[in-house]
């Protein structure tokens, strides 16, 4: 079992940046399918981005594409979420997530077997 320790969040200002990491536990990580999620008071948790276990593929939803970036370091056991041109509405607590099942890129949470322990951003307008 993967362990997964969430860190970068924090307040900033619209238009602003942020970067997440999230941190794995143990050396398989590069079998896992990495994701990053968040959820708003008040909503269900929403996919933000999703990477394959290589890196080489990716895929955002529309409402972050342009401005956000998941990236991963196999040889670290990291995934990381560069957030630029943050808005309010990007305000949530982010969890990343792995996805045990080999080879697919999935975007709703049900799928994903481990869980970080989220981290707060907040975007001031």
């Known amino acids: 079992q993967v362990q997964l320790v969430v860190s970068g969040g924090g307040l900033v200002e619209a238009g602003g940046s942020l970067r997440l990491s999230c941190a794995a536990s143990e050396g398989t990580f590069s079998s896992y399918t990495m994701g990053w999620f968040r959820q708003a008071p008040g909503k269900e948790r929403e996919f933000v981005a999703v990477i394959s276990r290589s890196g080489g593929g990716t895929y955002y939803p529309d409402s972050v594409k342009g401005r956000f970036t998941i990236s991963r370091d196999n040889a670290k056991n990291t995934v990381h979420l560069q957030m630029n041109s943050l808005k309010p509405e990007d305000t949530a607590v982010y969890y990343c997530?792995?996805?045990?099942?080999?080879?697919?890129?999935?975007?709703?949470?049900?799928?994903?077997?481990?869980w970080g322990q989220g981290t707060q951003v907040t975007v001031s307008s």
């Open positions: 997530a792995a996805d045990a099942n080999r080879g697919l890129i999935r975007t709703s949470p049900t799928f994903y077997d481990y």
